[in-house]
């Protein structure tokens, strides 16, 4: 497995536990939790879409 590999695989088990907190966040009552789950949610998306593109210019 070679590094851009393992970074998307990183990236995409980040996003799935921020997706998961958000579920915990909406039980809890907890805006804040919701918050940063988005957010890291969000820098998630970006990044893979970053590395995506750097990935796919360089081949």
Same mark, same amino acid.
């Given at each position: 497995?070679?590094?851009?590999?393992?970074?998307? #695989?990183?990236?995409?088990?980040? &996003?799935? #536990?921020?997706?998961?907190?958000?579920?915990? &966040?909406? &039980?809890?009552?907890?805006?804040?939790? &919701?918050?940063?789950?988005?957010?890291? #949610?969000?820098?998630?998306? =970006?990044m893979s879409r970053k590395l995506r =593109?750097? =990935?796919? =210019?360089?081949?």
């Amino acid at each position: 497995m070679n590094w851009e590999k393992l970074c998307f #695989l990183f990236l995409a088990v980040f &996003a799935v #536990l921020c997706i998961a907190s958000i579920g915990v &966040a909406v &039980a809890e009552r907890s805006i804040l939790l &919701a918050a940063f789950c988005i957010v890291g #949610l969000f820098f998630s998306f =970006t990044m893979s879409r970053k590395l995506r =593109t750097r =990935t796919e =210019t360089e081949s």
